[in-house]
């Protein structure tokens, strides 16, 4: 098993440009997360979901889409990238609500 | 939004001390768990709790699922410089089961000097 892999594993954007950060998981996981992880903060929730076809805001959401339309993948999306999503951004998933995240190796974003 | 007050920051100790690290909250858990991160690689799960009061330990590592549920610790006994990383608590809520959703504390950055 692969585990939880991200695509790409950095990128540089310009302001206003888009982009898709790629999440896939060979686990047959229901549950995916996407979350940015700012110095000295910790990790932010952006999104998640629950299964195939569901995604939920959490925390810090604003400036971001997601969608679940395979099981094994989550994507997220910047419509126009701004500075402050300059950011390492990590997916994570798990088999059941109780049961351990599995983090992917993280994606840096730096928009200028 | 919830936060988890994370202490220390950071420490920067000996080869061979012992370290202590806990979080803290104003809101009830019903998990918690610790993770290591190391330089360019996503959070590993050290530690999961699931019981108030709970006691575990991994090898040099034990952790507390506080009493009042709105507490946990992370002890590292002897440390070695690969224990070098970045440790998160995390914490799911009462009422997130159906979730899974975590809220992470700020971390603390390990140093270890050999």
């Known amino acids: 098993n692969a585990g939880v892999t991200q695509t790409p594993k950095f990128r540089v954007l310009k302001t206003g440009q888009s982009m898709t950060l790629l999440c896939a998981q060979d686990m047959n996981h229901e549950y995916m997360y996407w979350y940015r992880q700012d110095p000295g903060m910790g990790l932010r929730l952006i999104h998640y979901?629950?299964?195939?076809?569901?995604?939920a805001k959490g925390e810090v959401p604003d400036g971001y889409n997601v969608s679940r339309l395979k099981k094994q993948n989550f994507l997220l999306g910047l419509e126009s990238a701004a500075p402050s999503q300059t950011s390492v951004y990590f997916c994570?998933?798990?088999?059941?609500?109780?049961?351990?995240?599995?983090f992917g190796p993280g994606t840096r974003l730096l928009v200028l | 939004g919830q936060q988890l007050n994370q202490s220390p920051q950071s420490m920067f100790i000996q080869e061979g001390e012992d370290v202590s690290m806990n979080c803290t909250s104003s809101?009830?858990?019903?998990?918690w768990l610790w993770y290591k991160q190391d330089p360019g690689e996503g959070p590993v799960l050290l530690i999961a709790?699931?019981?108030?009061?709970e006691l575990t330990s991994n090898g040099r590592l034990t952790a507390q699922f506080g009493i009042t549920r709105k507490d946990s610790f992370l002890n590292i006994s002897a440390s070695i410089p690969s224990d070098v990383g970045i440790y998160f608590c995390a914490g799911q809520l009462m009422g997130e089961g159906n979730t899974g959703k975590l809220i992470f504390g700020q971390g603390t950055t390990l140093q270890v000097k050999p």
């Open positions: 709790l699931y019981k108030a009061g």
């Open positions: 979901s629950v299964g195939e076809g569901t995604t």
């Open positions: 809101s009830i858990f019903n998990t």
């Open positions: 994570a998933s798990l088999p059941s609500p109780l049961a351990n995240q599995y």
